[in-house]
């Protein structure tokens, strides 16, 4: 299941508590939905939970009745048809919110948010019938596509003045309409809490911190990772010097200190600068102190027979 419908699941399963937020929740639906006109239209959707919630809503907050049936989505897949087939019923829909559907532009009309608790019923209807929220775990991005361009702006208008919480919106014009969208998790997390979908919210939250986990793992890893190769390409340069004084002059010739150290990490080029001071009971600088000797000698006799060392 998307993350869009299982929000949806969630608002549609919001009960009806005040006569107002239900009229506000069925305009927000209505409205968005591309049949709130006098002309003859349907609301195409999977969701057959939003299909039924649109026809109760307009029974029981418009007293009109729609009709249901099955079409084909355009994904192809097996959809809901709402629609308001009686042009009587189109009409009375319309003017139920004030509307006559002769308007040049669709606005919204403010009259029909009645109270201040009824914002959201009315965004949680729109986003029933036009919205969509991508997978948190590829984006955090919530959107409402509007056909008109003015009812765009009026819906982002709404967002903006919400104010249990700090949303900013966005308008973008897409694919002949338009889109109002929300883009940080935050405000999304809270618009999903508004509209009367906490579990969703909560989802979207544990995404975030599963991300961030990840994130702090990965950079902990590449950080260990890099150190390791410090060590590595340290101690490879090493061996190489060292095996260069094997090579031409013996470790016999060694200092009697150095020697023991030389053989130590021949056989252990992975041993840190501590390890080898805890095997030979000398402090990490003095095993660092005694590398430094034998880099020198080393790469001086690489440096005489014109070997360079690589690393
Ligand atoms: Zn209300």
Same mark, same amino acid.
């Given at each position: 299941?998307?993350?869009?419908?299982?929000?949806?699941?969630?608002?549609?399963?919001?009960?009806?508590?005040?006569?107002?937020?239900?009229?506000?929740?069925?305009?927000? &639906?209505?409205?968005?939905?591309?049949?709130?006109?006098?002309?003859? /239209?349907?609301?195409?959707?999977?969701?057959?939970?939003?299909?039924?919630?649109?026809?109760?809503?307009?029974?029981?907050?418009?007293?009109?009745?729609?009709?249901?049936?099955?079409?084909?989505?355009?994904?192809?897949?097996?959809?809901?048809?709402?629609?308001?087939?009686?042009?009587?019923?189109?009409?009375?829909?319309?003017?139920?919110?004030?509307?006559?559907?002769?308007?040049?532009?669709?606005?919204? /009309?403010?009259?029909?948010?009645?109270?201040?608790?009824?914002?959201?019923?009315?965004?949680?209807?729109?986003?029933?019938?036009?919205?969509?929220?991508?997978?948190?775990?590829?984006?955090?991005?919530?959107?409402?596509?509007?056909?008109?361009? /003015?009812?765009?702006?009026?819906?982002?208008?709404?967002?903006?003045?919400?104010?249990?919480?700090?949303?900013?919106?966005?308008? &973008?014009?897409?694919?002949?309409?338009?889109?109002?969208?929300?883009?940080?998790?935050?405000?999304?997390?809270?618009?999903?809490?508004?509209?009367?979908?906490?579990?969703?919210?909560?989802?979207?939250?544990?995404?975030?911190?599963?991300?961030?986990?990840?994130?702090?793992?990965?950079?902990?890893?590449?950080?260990?990772?890099?150190?390791?190769?410090?060590?590595?390409?340290?101690?490879?340069?090493?061996?190489?010097?060292?095996?260069?004084?094997?090579?031409?002059?013996?470790?016999?010739?060694?200092?009697?200190?150095?020697?023991?150290? &030389?053989?130590?990490?021949?056989?252990?080029?992975?041993?840190?600068?501590?390890?080898?001071?805890?095997?030979?009971?000398?402090?990490?600088?003095?095993? /660092?102190?005694?590398?430094?000797?034998?880099?020198?000698?080393?790469?001086?006799?690489?440096?005489?027979?014109?070997?360079?060392?690589?690393?």
């Amino acid at each position: 299941m998307s993350f869009s419908s299982e929000i949806k699941g969630e608002l549609c399963a919001v009960e009806f508590k005040r006569e107002c937020c239900l009229r506000a929740e069925c305009y927000g &639906a209505w409205l968005f939905s591309r049949c709130f006109s006098r002309k003859e /239209n349907a609301f195409v959707t999977e969701n057959g939970a939003v299909a039924r919630r649109m026809l109760e809503l307009a029974a029981a907050g418009a007293g009109v009745s729609g009709e249901l049936t099955f079409g084909v989505s355009r994904r192809q897949k097996p959809a809901y048809r709402v629609s308001l087939p009686e042009e009587s019923s189109r009409l009375a829909m319309l003017e139920e919110f004030g509307h006559t559907g002769q308007e040049t532009s669709l606005r919204l /009309n403010r009259a029909n948010l009645e109270n201040p608790c009824c914002a959201a019923g009315f965004l949680r209807g729109a986003f029933l019938t036009c919205g969509t929220a991508t997978d948190p775990n590829k984006e955090y991005h919530l959107e409402f596509a509007v056909p008109y361009r /003015n009812l765009a702006n009026d819906l982002y208008t709404l967002l903006c003045e919400v104010d249990a919480f700090p949303l900013t919106p966005a308008v &973008a014009a897409r694919k002949g309409g338009y889109v109002v969208y929300v883009k940080e998790s935050g405000p999304i997390e809270d618009l999903l809490t508004y509209l009367g979908a906490p579990g969703a919210a909560m989802e979207l939250m544990q995404v975030k911190m599963y991300k961030e986990v990840k994130n702090n793992i990965n950079r902990k890893t590449n950080f260990e990772t890099a150190n390791m190769d410090k060590t590595f390409s340290a101690s490879a340069r090493q061996v190489a010097a060292i095996a260069a004084i094997s090579d031409t002059e013996g470790l016999e010739s060694l200092p009697e200190e150095l020697q023991e150290l &030389a053989k130590l990490r021949l056989d252990n080029p992975d041993m840190t600068l501590r390890e080898l001071g805890q095997r030979l009971g000398i402090t990490r600088s003095g095993v /660092n102190h005694r590398l430094q000797r034998l880099l020198r000698m080393g790469e001086e006799i690489m440096e005489k027979r014109g070997i360079s060392n690589m690393l």
